[in-house]
């Protein structure tokens, strides 16, 4: 069975400043994509950025980047230039091909901080 | 493009009712997804459907049930309401790709309170 594990349940990051979330997963499969979202207190769970795992370039999304580590089963998002609304619960999530059935860490919950 | 729909946003019921939570994909998506997220469980998955059909179903009892219908708005059901089924159920559309890498779009959730 897949699992993903999201190590760190809280970070804390002051505003500016790059912090860096852990994502390790177990899975057998090759083809598999990993999600990292963001719910902030309004619960809407909003997609920060995906990685496709047959691709060996890491994902960015502006401020939002990864380090995916395929063999190592690692997958790390990092929030450069922090501002007051990433503050949010993120989660890790991890699908197989051709499904929409999502295997969630449990969560990091980030405070950014003036 | 209107977003995924979930209703109700709020629900209060008491042990051993039944509930049922209605979700409207956005225009296009086919494949609807439920989870439920719970402070102890954390994110669980729940049931997958796509054109009608169930393509998945997770770990939990028969008393949750859900169905698509021919529009993609997609319902799920709790029947005999317990004490830790107090959960924000959230619905998620997507895209079905050829390539697979459907995206998915959650909504704001239904947050249920049973008594």
């Known amino acids: 069975a897949q699992t993903v594990t999201q190590s760190q349940p809280e970070m804390s990051v002051q505003e500016a400043e790059t912090v860096t979330l852990s994502c390790t997963y177990d899975?057998?499969?090759?083809?598999?994509?990993l999600f990292w979202y963001k719910q902030p207190p309004s619960r809407q769970m909003i997609l920060v950025i995906r990685q496709e795992a047959y691709k060996q370039q890491n994902a960015t999304e502006n401020r939002f980047s990864v380090n995916f580590q395929k063999a190592a089963k690692s997958f790390s998002l990092k929030i450069s230039d922090s501002q007051l609304g990433d503050a949010a619960m993120y989660f890790c999530?991890?699908?197989?091909?051709?499904?929409?059935?999502?295997?969630f860490g449990t969560g990091t919950r980030l405070q950014v901080f003036p | 493009k209107a977003g995924v729909t979930q209703t109700p946003r709020y629900l209060i019921k008491t042990r051993g009712q039944q509930v049922t939570l209605s979700c409207s994909p956005i225009s296009g998506h086919r494949s609807v997804s439920w989870y439920q997220q719970t402070p102890g469980q954390g994110l669980q998955f729940l049931f997958e459907?796509?054109?009608?059909?169930?393509?998945n179903k997770g770990n939990f009892p028969g008393r949750f049930s859900g169905r698509q219908f021919s529009n993609s708005r997609s319902e799920m059901n709790v029947s005999t309401l317990e004490l830790g089924d107090s959960a924000l159920y959230l619905c998620?559309?997507?895209?079905?790709?050829?390539?697979?890498?459907?995206?998915?779009?959650f909504g704001a959730g239904s947050r249920l309170t049973v008594l």
């Open positions: 899975t057998s499969e090759s083809d598999y994509y």
């Open positions: 999530a991890y699908r197989t091909y051709n499904t929409d059935k999502l295997i």
């Open positions: 459907y796509f054109s009608e059909t169930q393509r």
């Open positions: 998620a559309s997507s895209f079905r790709q050829a390539s697979g890498a459907n995206v998915l779009t």
